[in-house]
């Protein structure tokens, strides 16, 4: 194609995009009572089982109620319409791809997704532990009266880095396709990632608890080794199909 034909291409899977964030988000506004339930249940979860403390979700401004719809909506209209999202970025460059290199964007695609859902599903399963850690450090006698564009500003920054977070390993085994991440370079740096993957939960994650970040470290951690476990496998692949010759001419070059 010409580059005024790419320019149109993206333009049309761009549309694409932002019409099924925009459906998606006008779906989840005309749910918005049950995606409100749904987000403040963690909240009113622990405000039940502490019924002592005073805790109450609060709208501060006339307009904070309309604005929250918006941003609500927008935000469940994203996490919903991603897989279409992602398809118009692989269905944009998949036409400069050969066949081979279709089949492998199109695994990493459909591994994508699945990972980022269960992050966001990981991250709302512990809000709830993580709210109750939070606010009971409230001393005694003080009560907690959260903006509810606030709460959730936290519990939408909460749940996304989950879910981004969740691709690390489809990063490491990019890496390992394009020759530049082997599978011997990540095993031997085991330690010092398991050392970086809790420093990345601790400063990426919202709340500065331990569970938070022992929670979020740990599943990124066993993603690691689990990436280590494919990328070994895709090196045993490309051993297996290099030619003969190039193991002759590699040790002879390391000989002289």
């Known amino acids: 194609m010409t580059l005024s034909e790419h320019f149109r291409e993206f333009r049309r899977r761009l549309v694409f995009a932002a019409a099924a964030i925009f459906v998606a988000a006008v779906v989840a506004g005309v749910f918005y009572d049950r995606v409100f339930e749904f987000l403040t249940d963690p909240f009113y979860e622990y405000a039940r089982a502490n019924p002592d403390n005073d805790i109450s979700l609060n709208f501060g401004e006339a307009t904070s109620a309309l604005s929250n719809l918006i941003s609500l909506s927008i935000f469940v209209g994203f996490i919903v319409a991603s897989p279409v ?83 690390f390993p489809v990063v490491l085994v990019g890496l390992n396709v394009i020759g530049v991440m082997p599978a011997a370079r990540l095993i031997k740096g085991w330690r010092v990632a398991v050392v970086l993957i809790f420093v990345f939960a601790a400063v990426a994650t919202p709340t500065a608890d331990p569970f938070t970040m022992f929670v979020f470290a740990a599943p990124l951690t066993l993603l690691y080794f689990g990436a280590w476990l494919l990328c070994r496998w895709l090196d045993k692949r490309k051993a297996a199909k290099r030619p003969e010759w190039l193991d002759v001419d590699d040790t002879e070059a390391s000989e002289l």
């Not at 709460?151 to 977070?165: D, E, N, P, Q, S």
């Open 85 to 167: 999202v992602l398809y118009q970025v692989w269905a944009f460059i998949v036409p400069g791809l050969t066949r081979k290199e279709k089949r492998v964007s199109l695994a990493f695609l459909a591994a994508t997704i699945p990972l980022f859902l269960a992050g966001c599903a990981l991250a709302y399963a512990i809000l709830p532990q993580s709210l109750s850690i939070l606010y009971g450090l409230s001393p005694a006698g003080t009560s907690n009266i959260q903006q509810v564009s606030m709460y959730f500003a936290f519990v939408t920054r909460f749940i996304l880095v989950f879910g981004i977070g969740f691709l």
